[in-house]
């Protein structure tokens, strides 16, 4: 898929990965949409961003992802103004353990609700133009993180979701591609610096630092640069990408 002047919006775009992958897609000549619940973070980028790549070709939309009604009107408004949805990236996401009610609320059901909402808008069976959605799971999503069992629920569901979404799409001609991007530690604000988001697993904490000196830690443009190829690549549908550092490979599944 080429880039130029198609549509993305983006959730958690103010910060970190989500602002990577919001910097990669203006690049590369798309219009995006930026959602987020951090308007202060939000407001600041969007300067840079309108100063760099013109007034017209990045819209910031405060929206909690847990809210269904700011959800849909964000979803709306991108079509009032860019006129359609070409590609969605699920990006916002926490790690807490403690409120981890609020942990399956924004890495997953708020994935689910979003996919659901821009479906709605590209669904070729449906007067829409099709197009891709990627969505940002971890490689917690493919094998255990200690010191996050609700966080490793959360990512296992967001890549069972995009790969059954992605045979669902196939099966019924709706014109859009599903893929997963499952990175390792990245460099950004989620790593915790405290265990006190690790509710009972807090004494593991440690242990997750451990792991994450063994393997590494990626930066942002790596991981943008994943995206954008699960993105422009027509061939990936239903894939999952685990990327560490030195490392980026397609999961194999069991096939049953
Ligand atoms: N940093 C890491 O090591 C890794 C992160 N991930 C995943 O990547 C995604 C992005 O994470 P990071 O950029 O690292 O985090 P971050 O904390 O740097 O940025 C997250 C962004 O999401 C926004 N956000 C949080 N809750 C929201 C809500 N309810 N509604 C709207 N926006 C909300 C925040 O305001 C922030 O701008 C998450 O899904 C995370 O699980 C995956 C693998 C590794
Ligand atoms: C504390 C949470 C911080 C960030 C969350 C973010 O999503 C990062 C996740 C990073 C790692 C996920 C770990 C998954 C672990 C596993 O799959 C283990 O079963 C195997 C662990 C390592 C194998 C590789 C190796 O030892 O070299």
Redesign the pocket.
């Known amino acids: 898929m080429a880039l130029r002047n198609k549509v993305a919006l983006v959730?958690?775009?103010?910060?970190?990965?989500?602002r990577g992958i919001t910097e990669i897609l203006l690049q590369h000549g798309a219009k995006v949409a930026l959602?987020?619940?951090?308007e202060t973070?939000a407001r600041g980028l969007m300067e840079v961003l309108k100063k760099q790549f013109g007034q017209e070709r990045s819209l910031f939309l405060k929206?909690?992802?847990?809210s269904e009604e700011q959800m849909k009107a964000a979803f709306q408004k991108t079509v009032e103004v860019f006129g359609g949805i070409d590609i969605l990236c699920n990006?916002?996401?926490?790690?807490n353990e403690s409120a981890w009610e609020k942990t399956v609320s924004?890495?997953l059901v708020?994935v689910i609700r979003g996919t659901y909402l821009a479906l709605e808008h590209m669904n070729k069976l449906t007067q829409g133009q099709g197009g891709v959605i990627v969505n940002?799971?971890?490689?917690a999503g493919i094998g255990p993180l200690l010191s996050s069992p609700v966080y490793t629920a959360t990512?296992n569901g967001v890549v069972g979701f995009t790969r059954a979404m992605a045979a669902a799409s196939i099966a019924s001609g709706y014109g859009v591609r599903f893929n997963v991007l499952c990175?390792?530690?990245?460099k950004?604000?989620?790593?915790p610096s405290t265990s006190s988001n690790m509710g009972q697993f807090s004494h593991l904490f440690d242990a997750a630092n451990q792991l994450m000196e063994k393997i590494g830690i990626l930066t942002v443009p790596e991981v943008a640069e994943c995206f954008l190829e699960l993105v422009t690549d027509e061939t990936k549908n239903g894939e999952a990408l685990l990327v560490m550092p030195k490392v980026k490979k397609y999961v194999t599944f069991p096939s049953l």
């Open positions: 959730t958690g775009a103010a910060m970190g990965i989500g959602l987020d619940v951090n973070a929206c909690n992802v847990e990006n916002a996401g926490i790690v924004i890495n708020a940002i799971a971890s490689m990512k990175p390792s530690f990245v950004t604000g989620l790593i």
